[in-house]
């Protein structure tokens, strides 16, 4: 039996399992398995982690079993769940996450209706480009750059779900992505506030996502008119991004919502 602990933000869910206890076992069968919605017990991916005397290493799995380099929601979860599970205190209110795509550092701004509320310090940014896509016979302008994983971002008003679901996968797949690629769908509705649709490379659609958030809000500063300062709205809430020169910044909350032993 696994110990798992799930826990989420803004409806964007992952399944945490320390590494240890998957000594031998098939990672990729098991992200599958255990993220999958009705046989399993249902996520967006699964993060396998090890603790360190700062926070935490971790590994990332999409609920298709394939590869990521990070998640901005998942590395939220994870220090939620070092502080709530592994009761990590942090003299400084620092956690310091190892990933892929490099270090992750979240301060605790202090808690929401029992959430944990964190700023993470996101990196840089590659440079935006804007460029243009056949998809599906469709000439379709995006923005595509990388934030910390790939992100292509699709500057259009209104969004239009059924739009996002029939283009999304495409462009996910898309020749111009070799690797694959999250999706965003974004409608600048303010200088400060931009709203999103998501496409999750590995997932297909989500109610929310961190790295997500920061793509879309750098696509819509450079193109869009929006600001450097934006709430990024996404079907589970608003969070908050700042693109500042020392690079960008997410603020919201995650939660923990229980621990369990996957049985197979």
Known sequence: MLPVVKAHAYGNDFLYIEEQHLEGR????????TCERHTGIGADGLILYRTTPRGAVMHLLNADGSYSEVSGNGV???A???LDVHAFSPSDGTVVIDTDAGETKLVLLGRENGRAVFRAAMGHPTAPVETTLDVGGEPLSVVVLRVGNPQCVRLESPLDEERVHRLGRV????????????VEFASVEAPDRVRILI???G???TLASGTGACGAAVAAAAFGGAGRDVQVI???GSQRVEWRE???FLTGWAEVVFEGRWMR
């Open 246 to 248: 020392d690079g960008l």
């Open 171 to 182: 462009l996910e797949h898309h020749r111009a992505f070799p690797e694959g690629t999250n």
């Open 76 to 78: 939220r979860g994870l």
């Open 199 to 201: 496409w999750e490379r």
């Open 203 to 205: 997932v297909g659609p």
């Open 26 to 33: 098939d990672r990729i069968a098991v992200a599958r398995a």
């Open 234 to 236: 996404s079907p589970g």
């Open 80 to 82: 939620a769940v070092l």
